[in-house]
């Protein structure tokens, strides 16, 4: 079974810097997707960024970013320029690739980070 | 174009009564996902659908827990009895799966409901 792992529980970063969020992964598959889910007080969970395994570049979304490692498993989310309206968690999600590997639709979540910026 | 949209926001009971939620999916969209959020974790899935078929229900607690999904649109997430431990935030999420073009969008979340049992 796959897993995600966060270990930054929390972060903060002053406002107009940049910020790192680490996420690593565990899989035995080759084709899957990667996620960043940004979720504010409201609760609903906002796409952020995608990453595609197959693809060696990385992801890039106005000031978001990723450093997608594949051979460490691992997949960094880097917000540049931080704004007041980016604080809330960042769940690093897993997507297993159904139609290569004949995996779950489903995404499995880390425990997110709480990112605050400060004004 | 709406959202997925989840109701009701919040929802308080006492432990053994039964509770009911509701989600609509985006149109369109053929797969849809139920997660349960429970507090300073990340969602887990309870039962995914294509159409009106549950194709993996492995994770959720079939002795209390039924959903369905008539005419593969609108579903619904029951719990009956609920306990002290079901107290947890429930996800509905939807997205859209081409077979055909090896095409899979990626999933768009309502904003939850929040269940309290005390």
């Known amino acids: 079974a796959q897993t995600v792992t966060q270990s930054q529980p929390e972060m903060s970063v002053q406002e107009a810097e940049t910020v790192t969020l680490s996420c690593t992964y565990d899989t035995s598959e080759s084709d899957y997707y990667l996620f960043w889910y940004k979720q504010p007080p409201s609760r609903q969970m906002i796409l952020v960024i995608r990453q595609e395994a197959y693809k060696q570049q990385n992801a890039t979304e106005n000031r978001f970013s990723v450093n997608f490692q594949k051979a460490a498993k691992s997949f960094s989310l880097k917000i540049s320029d931080s704004q007041l309206g980016d604080a809330a968690m960042y769940f690093c999600a897993y997507r297993s690739d159904r139609f290569t590997q004949g995996g779950s639709e489903k995404l499995v979540f880390g425990k997110g980070t709480k990112l605050t910026v400060n004004p | 174009e709406a959202g997925v949209v989840q109701s009701p926001r919040y929802k308080i009971i006492e432990k053994k009564q039964p509770v009911a939620f509701w989600c609509n999916p985006i149109?369109?969209?053929?797969?849809l996902y139920w997660y349960r959020q429970n507090l300073g974790q990340g969602p887990e899935l309870l039962i995914r659908?294509?159409?009106?078929?549950?194709?993996?229900d492995s994770q959720l607690p079939k002795d209390r827990f039924s959903a369905e999904r008539l005419k593969g649109v609108d579903s619904t997430l029951k719990i009956q009895p609920a306990e002290l431990g079901d107290s947890a935030v429930y996800l509905c999420?939807?997205?859209?799966?081409?077979?055909?073009?090896?095409?899979?969008?990626?999933?768009?979340f309502g904003q939850g409901t929040r269940l309290t049992v005390v």
């Open positions: 659908y294509e159409n009106e078929e549950a194709v993996d």
């Open positions: 999420a939807s997205s859209l799966v081409v077979q055909a073009n090896n095409m899979n969008t990626e999933a768009f």
């Open positions: 149109s369109g969209h053929n797969t």
